[in-house]
């Protein structure tokens, strides 16, 4: 299709281990982010990409997140030694270009940490 | 960072009456007014968004009204239908990232 794609849907994962949730944005779009949306709240961003470059980190909650965009275009947000405050649905969005444009959001990885 | 208020935070009409979901904001620079409608299981969907250089815009049944020196702006929802249920949120840009308001659960009852 030609929206965002985000995989896996849904992650369980133990207390303690490692996570790497994957998306692809929308072709050819230059601006790639991350938020990260608890049970009935609304999205809070994490981090930023402007083709390869990680712009703005600011929202990123530990220094166990990572995040990376290597060749500009598909992006990994990993997650180490999970813990329980981590589960969450995670979103990426992309938009076409820089500044205030259409963020359009994938469907989330559900994260939930045992 | 930006201060995004939404209210109501549940809002239950019916079928074919009007709903109207409003934000407030802090960052007198931000210029763009997106909302998103987010069904269950699913990620936020633009439904309607306004520039700064326009008071009002509509699509179809969706209208955004903003009004830039009270800082708020406003979602309008005419002849409700079932499929309209879902969670409503506004967001605002503050340095390239949205901040976003804490969500309005619309019920339509038929």
């Known amino acids: 299709g030609a929206g965002v794609s985000q995989s896996p849907r849904y992650k369980v994962a133990k207390r303690g281990q490692d996570v790497a949730l994957r998306c692809d944005p929308i072709?050819?779009?230059?601006?790639l982010f991350w938020y990260q949306q608890a049970l009935g709240q609304g999205p809070e961003f994490l981090t930023y990409f402007q083709n390869e470059a990680q712009l703005d980190k600011s929202g990123l909650p530990s220094d166990r997140f990572f995040a990376e965009r290597p060749e500009g275009s598909v992006s990994t947000l990993k997650i180490q030694r999970t813990q329980q405050e981590d589960s969450a649905v995670y979103l990426c969005?992309?938009?076409?270009?820089?500044?205030?444009?259409?963020?359009?959001f994938g469907d989330g990885t559900r994260l939930s940490i045992l | 960072g930006e201060n995004v208020e939404q209210h109501p935070s549940t809002l239950s009409v019916q079928e074919g009456d009007s709903a109207v979901i409003k934000c407030t904001y802090s960052?007198?620079?931000?210029?763009?007014f997106p909302w998103y409608k987010q069904e269950l299981g699913k990620g936020p969907q633009l439904i309607i968004d306004?520039?700064?250089?326009?008071g009002e815009k509509k699509d179809q049944r969706i209208a955004v009204t903003l009004n830039k020196t009270a800082k708020h702006f406003s979602l309008h929802i005419t002849e409700t239908q079932p499929e309209d249920s879902a969670v409503y949120f506004c967001a605002s840009p503050h340095f390239n990232k949205f901040y976003f308001g804490s969500g309005t659960k619309l019920n339509v009852k038929p």
């Open positions: 072709s050819g779009h230059v601006s």
């Open positions: 306004i520039r700064s250089n326009v």
């Open positions: 960052d007198s620079a931000s210029n763009y």
């Open positions: 969005a992309s938009s076409p270009g820089v500044g205030d444009q259409p963020q359009h």
